[in-house]
């Protein structure tokens, strides 16, 4: 994902979708938007989902295998084999995990058949997270916070193909577009890897 703070405006269509389109509850923000401020005292803001790290420290604490990586890197979790201890919660340094405390919100009979890859309805007492909507992005569709980014700050990326597209149809060349706006990854400091990239564009400081 390539995240262009320039372009959000904090309207948080991006959760909104991204709730709407897994049942989540109210308090589950997979992508969630900070108010930030920027060095030089403007205002901005920062949506933050999980960072399918290249190294995640989630998968390591995992005690029974439930996080793992997919074979194009995304990072997801069996919530048939999480056990609830939230190991993984307490490793991600990005807070991009939460705990199903309750029973979810009611889905469609239809979609009664949870997954890593389009877990719906939440199991409770398991751990969820951001799974970069691989139900749409393996038939070829945007994520749903990407296809409902009106400003375009999203981008769904391919690093074999070298491509990324946002909600408005606008498709970059990934390499050149990273190296030409300095793209910087949140937190890259720790070693995870993120496969995150932002582009701040106005001085502002992502490591919050």
């Known amino acids: 994902m390539v995240v262009d703070l320039r372009r959000c405006d904090g309207c948080e269509k991006c959760t909104k979708a991204c709730q709407k389109m897994h049942y989540l509850a109210e308090e589950q923000t997979w992508i969630k938007v900070y108010d930030m401020t920027a060095s030089d005292g403007q205002p901005y803001f920062m949506p933050r989902l999980c960072m399918h790290c290249e190294n995640p420290p989630c998968l390591r604490v995992c005690p029974v295998g439930a996080t793992f990586k997919t074979s194009e890197g995304v990072v997801l979790v069996d919530q048939k084999k999480c056990i609830g201890c939230r190991a993984c919660m307490a490793a991600c340094p990005y807070e991009a995990r939460y705990f199903n405390w309750g029973d979810p919100p009611p889905a469609p009979s239809t979609l009664d058949n949870p997954m890593p890859e389009f ?28 296809d409902a980014c009106t400003m375009g700050a999203l981008y769904i990326a391919d690093f074999e193909n070298d491509v990324a597209v946002n909600g408005l149809n606008e498709t970059v060349k990934l390499s050149k577009f990273l190296r030409d706006n300095d793209a910087v990854r949140y937190k890259e400091e720790l070693g995870t890897r993120p496969r995150v990239y932002y582009i701040p564009g106005h001085a502002q400081d992502v490591n919050f």
């Open 119 to 146: 877990p719906v309805p939440q199991q409770k007492g398991t751990v969820s997270k951001c799974i970069l909507c691989v139900h749409n992005t393996d038939i070829g569709k945007l994520p749903a916070c990407v």
